[in-house]
């Protein structure tokens, strides 16, 4: 009867916890571990250029390191790292901007040539779906990457390796040092979690 | 000839059909696959769920750093983290 426990009676142990550990924890060790294809992808589907994605994914680890001490713990570290990551592809777009020197003015409607077209090319083109269909790829990609982040690390690498970037099951059981039953069996747990995690953010 | 199994137990099944995600799965695997998928539910919902899944991640085209990049990256990051620390 001896054994009371004692924060029980004493809620002010839990908030010194709280004050002390906040609910997010920032180490930059695993960053690119965790975060890299996530934020690889979320770059892609925005600056469609790969070489530009990988600095700015790069640029962003190493701002995100400068401002260690800004991370308050509020929101998660990838949130933290996301929007770093807006404002990384946002400077972007304005730095190409500035090197043409001046905003782009396409359309002309004082052209007298083309006078009384302009009223069409503002009617939505209804064939046109390929922008929608675009849209809807990059956010199946982040809702993919989601869902590979909620998966155990050994099995996402194993699924991103085979079904992401295709290797072939001998090259990846060299790499990983495992047997090609064993990789199967990763494959086939890998393939049910994110079979349902997207029926549920996705399908 | 008695060797020759056409019934095949579910995760059997379930591996083949996971080999004919990536195409390396022999057309005889394929067969008996299908043959299963003849009376077998469970089978037939985990085929369509796994096909569905396939088609969403090409049609996503979503893309990976590839390993010699992820370790470039590491590095750089490292050189920072031991600066920063120092």
């Known amino acids: 009867m001896r054994f009371i426990n004692y ?29 890299s294809d996530y934020l690889y992808n979320y770059t892609i589907s925005r600056v469609r250029d790969r070489e530009m994605a990988q600095d700015l994914v790069q640029d962003t680890f190493l701002a995100g390191l400068k ?16 929007s770093i990551l807006k404002r990384k592809i946002i400077d972007n777009y304005r730095k190409i901007n500035s090197n043409k020197g001046k905003a782009e003015i ?31 790829n990059s956010e199946l990609g982040d809702a993919i990457h989601d869902c590979l982040s909620k998966l155990p690390q050994k099995q996402a690498d194993v699924f991103k390796l085979k079904t992401i970037q295709g290797f072939e099951t001998e090259i990846i059981c060299n ?25 549920q953010n996705w399908f | 000839m008695s060797k020759i199994k056409i019934v095949i137990p579910c995760d059997e099944a379930n591996h083949v059909c996971d080999k004919t995600q990536y195409k390396n799965a022999t057309l005889w695997e394929k067969i008996k696959l299908n043959i299963h998928l003849l009376y077998c539910r469970a089978c037939r919902d ?39 620390s120092r």
């Open chain 1, 106 to 136: 396409r359309i002309n409607y004082n052209d007298t040539e083309n006078e009384g077209d302009w009223l069409e090319e503002r009617v939505a083109d209804p064939f046109d779906r390929t922008a929608e269909d675009s849209i809807q």
């Open chain 1, 7 to 35: 924060s029980f009676f004493c809620p002010i142990f839990d908030t010194q916890k709280n004050a002390i550990m906040p609910e997010h924890q920032i180490n930059p060790n695993n960053w690119i571990d965790l975060y």
């Open chain 2, 46 to 84: 985990y085929t369509k769920n796994n096909t569905k899944l396939t088609k969403a991640i090409k049609k996503s085209k979503v893309e990976c750093l590839d390993q010699s990049t992820k370790v470039k990256m590491k590095k750089t990051l490292d050189n920072a983290i031991e600066e920063q």
């Open chain 1, 175 to 199: 790499e990983l040092n495992i047997t090609p039953s064993n990789l199967w069996v990763i494959i086939h747990r890998a393939r049910t979690a994110m079979a349902n995690c997207l029926k």
């Open chain 1, 67 to 82: 401002s260690m001490e800004n991370f308050k713990g509020e929101a998660s570290e990838r949130t933290w790292l996301v």
